[in-house]
């Protein structure tokens, strides 16, 4: 370490310290800064040492260290209380407070200590003049923490009433304390609304609103409010996740996963935090992170995990169910010390009420993906109703009556019941023996069914059977299916040639009334599949005769079917099946309106025929053809019908594209907040269906871009985040990564992440460096640059900007290069190299040479107003640098020569925006008032009044929508100062 050789270098070091992540080596470097600082033999010195030391020691793992450096400090204190300085004096009895609660914190120090360092702070806070506020509020923690809620009320009651003084708490970290009582004794919604003004922004600090996020998970999902939790989890934990001091507030966020379905996230949770399991220099935030590992390993022991490998205590590998019962162990033992401590077991029973917590959701979507999930859980749908049982052989006729009642109307189960059925014969042949030949041929037939592209034996076999048992019909139609299954299996010429012989001889079975309709019609239909298959497996353009072929045999099958479909439900199957290829040949060959309407009725035949999870790839179809005719109403009414349709016997995946489609149309109808949810519908059904990360990572992509919309920036980071790894080129294009990371970097520069939201601007930036058109590249560069300056890394964020600019001008947009020239002089302007000023004012000229050269090529008046009021923007950017500039000149008449040049490219921007009009009456206005400041600065007090007249003059008859009032009203009241200082009545 280097070292610190003067008072100003070491007050250097402890502010470069406390910009350092929380924790050990932060902690280390603050004790090597306070060895240094005793060389400097300075009493100050020690004292800011000590204070700092005792400061990263609070917001550590290694609270129980902050008790030495501060009773060193206050014994110097009560020896020459000189030694401090205003601040440090303010500081020592800052921190009695932080002494107070890290007692609490401390099982074994004895609660008589506690009570006598609370008078012993009730005392010295009076001997100060301090207000008692800061006192009761610790007692009331006393309290609290005993479970005396007659005394914590009192003292609550007493912390309210008391005046707020520069010892009280701020403002957001009294309301969530003041919140959490509330939670504690079960008022909610009271907690929330104390909690309001945090949770809202209008009072923050570095710990805030971190907790009260935290806290509000549990009140909120209380309260039936999930989707609040949902947004407070993942805005809050973003905040807390580098925090080390804050294990209790991250316990907050594992319990919320465990109680919502979500043991992945929260396992991912623990993972993270390794040092979470042992770090005792904090019992009670230790207690409470344990109390909910606890919860979470007893909610995966009843799921069936209690195998499960998980995160846990370093040393050894860990089962759910060997952690579950460690994490209890080890919260119940620090519980036993607290109460031992304190004289009762209230301590030990909110652990315990902790850890048996019931879950309150089964299952909240979060819209981030877990890696870590646990093995899946067998499907909860509900089975068929077939008996489990199937060795008892009585059940056999009544399985097999029931798979025939649900064959025979197309319920989404017959072909379970049918194996229900395949299996108890096997199960117990003497009775199988007893099945006739057609009801070993339904066997069959079904198990072919099944099978898909693999049943074509059994289909012939089923053909056999049934022919054996008289039904030539079913047998030709069964052999029609095995038919369509070789076509499945991409042998459409060998499936057509079989089907052929097959329609020739249904036909004329039927004609000589040797078959019924349904067996007819079977046969047509599969005829009518496999010509569709040809039709869906031609490249490029379909041949018309194909398409023909195709249409003429699905319209064979509606011929045949109408006026018999009300009566049979298989026919109403088959007549909405033929419309539905009608539909499909419609919209490929071009009529998309023709398309939409048959699939609609399509549709309308199975909703009709009583089996609408039929209609739901039609109505998504429907939809599809309806947004492409720009009917997005319709559209959006075609997939709501689909998923109502559709109900619990849509799969994970198609209802996870269904809700993904729906937010897509409500997202293009500006309903951004609902589009939202649809998109978070479809990433947790994605993730159910666990067919690989595509769409779930698309849905997250889409979700994220949807919050981005509203605004939601922390909410949207952690899901953009969550899918950016699994959104890749090869499956969602190079433009759907870059639009990522575009987003991406937006939210990381709204929260204030400069480098991580350069760093995602200039990633997207180097992939669309090799697109053809470089528009997007040039606004990347631009972003980065932005980016990179906010993040102080000027000369990153220069290079950045030259290659914007460069950009820019190929392109031939002379905004974009304009600002980026003026963003550049403003980066030189802040460099330590003393040719800043210099190189800065010549970065400026070129802007405004660009945009003049611009503004006289330019052909449309529209494009050359602009460019106008864009000079006028520089000129008024020259202005203020200019005077930025001069102000740092030593010399006074060099400061005079800035201010005058400022002032004149202050006047040039006035005019500029005059020539523009009332468009740019706001700018020209703030361009005067920015030129009268530079005139009292000049000590021309008649020109400044005479720019403060002309601005009140300007809005004097002003007629100004509710947008524009507050601009108006802040222009006039400068106006009004300005005018007061030039006259000689206020001061600048």
Not at 83 to 112: C, N, R
Not at 576 to 604: K, N, P, Q, T, Y
Not at 858 to 875: K, M, N, Y
Request: charged share 25%; with cysteine; glycine share 8%.
């Amino acid at each position: 370490m280097t070292g610190i050789g003067d008072f100003d270098s070491l007050r250097r070091a402890m502010a470069e310290n406390s910009e350092e992540p929380e924790g050990p080596a932060r902690n280390a470097r603050a004790e090597q800064l306070l060895a240094e600082a005793e060389k400097l033999n300075i009493p100050l010195a020690v004292i800011e040492a000590l204070a700092h030391q005792l400061k990263v020691y609070n917001y550590s793992s290694e609270k129980a260290k902050m008790f030495v450096p501060f009773a060193r400090l206050l014994r110097m204190w009560d020896e020459r209380p000189e030694d401090f300085d205003e601040y440090e004096a303010h500081s020592l009895h800052w921190v009695f407070k932080w002494m107070t609660s890290g007692m609490l914190d401390q099982p074994h120090i004895p609660l008589a200590s506690i009570e006598k360092w609370l008078g012993e702070m009730e005392h010295r806070y009076r001997l100060a003049g301090y207000s008692e506020r800061a006192v009761r509020s610790a007692e009331f923690s006393v309290a609290a923490h005993l479970g005396d809620v007659e005394r914590a009320e009192r003292a609550y009651s007493g912390w309210l009433a008391a005046d707020r003084d520069s010892m009280a708490d701020c403002h957001a970290c009294e309301l969530h304390r003041q919140g959490w009582w509330q939670s504690e004794r079960g008022r909610y919604a009271e907690a929330l609304q104390l909690w309001r003004p945090v949770l809202e922004g209008e009072f923050t600090c570095a710990h805030e609103p971190h907790s009260v996020l935290a806290s509000s998970l549990v009140p909120l999902l209380r309260l039936g409010r999930a989707d609040d939790a949902r947004a407070h989890h993942l805005r809050g934990f973003r905040l807390v996740r580098a925090m080390e001091s804050m294990r209790g507030a991250y316990a907050d966020h594992v319990e919320f996963c465990a109680l919502t379905g979500n043991e992945a996230r929260a396992l991912e949770l623990l993972a993270e935090r390794p040092a979470y399991f042992t770090d005792d220099g904090n019992p009670r935030s230790r207690l409470d992170f344990m109390a909910v590992v606890a919860l979470l390993m007893d909610r995966l022991c009843a799921l069936g995990l209690a195998g499960q490998q998980v995160p846990g205590p370093a040393g050894r590998a860990w089962t759910a169910g060997e952690l579950a019962g460690h994490a209890r162990e080890v919260a119940l033992k620090l519980a036993a010390r607290f109460d031992e401590r304190n004289g009762n077991a209230y301590v030990s029973e909110r652990a315990r009420a902790r850890m048996d917590q019931a879950a309150l959701a089964e299952r909240l979507p979060l819209g981030v993906r877990s890696v870590r999930t646990p093995a899946r859980l067998p499907d909860r749908q509900p089975a068929a109703h077939v008996p489990d049982d199937t060795s008892v052989a009585p059940g056999l006729p009544a399985l097999l009556a029931e798979a025939r009642r649900l064959s025979e109307t197309l319920r989404p189960k017959a072909m379970e019941a049918w194996a229900a059925v395949a299996r108890a014969a096997e199960a117990d042949e003497a009775r199988g023996a007893l099945l006739t030949a057609y009801d070993r041929a339904e066997i069959a037939d079904h198990e072919a069914m099944a099978r898909g592209p693999e049943g074509a034996e059994l289909f012939e076999r089923a053909a056999g059977l049934y022919a054996e048992a008289g039904d030539a019909g079913e047998a030709l139609a069964a052999r029609a299916r095995g038919a369509y299954v070789r076509a499945l299996a991409g042998d459409v010429d060998g499936a057509l040639e079989a089907v052929a012989g097959l329609y020739d001889r249904i036909l004329a079975l039927y004609a000589d009334e040797g078959t019924g309709v349904r067996q007819t019609a079977s046969v047509l239909m599969s005829r009518a599949r496999i010509l569709m298959r040809r039709v869906h497996e031609a490249e490029g353009e379909v041949a018309a005769a194909d398409a023909g072929a195709a249409e003429a045999a699905a319209r064979e099958v509606l011929a045949l079917v109408d006026g018999r479909a009300g009566e049979d439900v298989r026919l109403a199957a088959r007549r909405a099946e033929s419309l539905a290829m009608l539909a499909e040949l419609a919209a490929r060959g071009g009529d998309v309106r023709a398309g939409a309407e048959l699939f609609a009725s399509a549709a309308d035949g199975f909703a009709g025929a009583g089996l609408p999870w039929f209609a739901v790839e039609y109505e998504a179809r429907l939809a599809q053809l309806a947004h492409h005719l720009g009917d997005l109403a319709g559209a959006e009414r075609a997939l709501r019908a689909a998923l109502e349709h559709g109900g619990e016997h849509l799969e994970p995946v198609g209802r996870a594209q269904l809700h993904l489609q729906l937010g897509e149309v409500v997202g293009h109808l500006g309903r951004d907040e609902e589009a939202a949810g649809h998109a978070l519908e479809a990433a947790h059904w994605a993730d159910e269906a666990g067919e690989g990360p595509a769409l779930g990572a698309w849905a997250r992509h889409q979700l994220g871009g949807f919050l981005v919309r509203q605004g939601r920036w922390a909410e949207a980071a952690e899901v953009l985040e969550s899918a950016l790894p699994e959104v890749t080129a090869e499956t969602h294009g190079d433009g759907a990564v870059v639009q990522t990371l575009w987003w991406l970097g937006d939210c990381l520069s709204e929260l204030g992440e400069h480098r991580e939201a350069a760093d995602r601007r200039l990633r997207a930036a180097e992939i669309a460096r090799h697109w053809p058109e470089q528009q997007d590249h040039a606004t990347l560069a631009h972003l980065a640059a932005e980016s990179l300056g906010q993040a102080g890394l000027p000369e990153e964020a220069d290079r950045a900007y030259a290659r914007a600019g460069e950009l820019w001008s190929a392109l031939g947009n002379p905004y974009g290069l304009v600002r980026s020239l003026r963003a550049r002089a403003w980066l030189a302007l802040r460099t330590d190299d003393g040719d800043g000023p210099s190189a800065a004012r010549a970065l400026m000229t070129s802007a405004v040479e660009a945009c003049t050269a611009a503004r006289e090529a330019a052909e449309d008046d529209e494009d050359r107003q602009r460019l106008t009021a864009e000079l006028g923007h520089t000129h008024r950017q020259f202005a203020d640098l200019l005077a930025r500039a001069g102000a740092e000149d030593p010399d006074e008449d060099a400061v005079r020569a800035a201010l005058t040049e400022a002032l004149g490219q202050a006047r040039t921007a006035v005019e500029v925006f005059a020539s523009v009009g009332e468009p740019a009456l706001h700018s020209r206005t703030g361009a005067q008032l920015a030129a009268g400041w530079l005139e009292t600065d000049l000590g021309r007090p008649a020109e400044a009044a005479a720019h403060a007249r002309a601005v009140l003059a300007a809005y004097a008859d002003a007629e100004t929508g509710d947008a524009e009032e507050e601009p108006v009203r802040a222009r006039r009241a400068e106006a009004e100062q300005l005018l007061r200082v030039a006259e000689g009545g206020g001061e600048d």
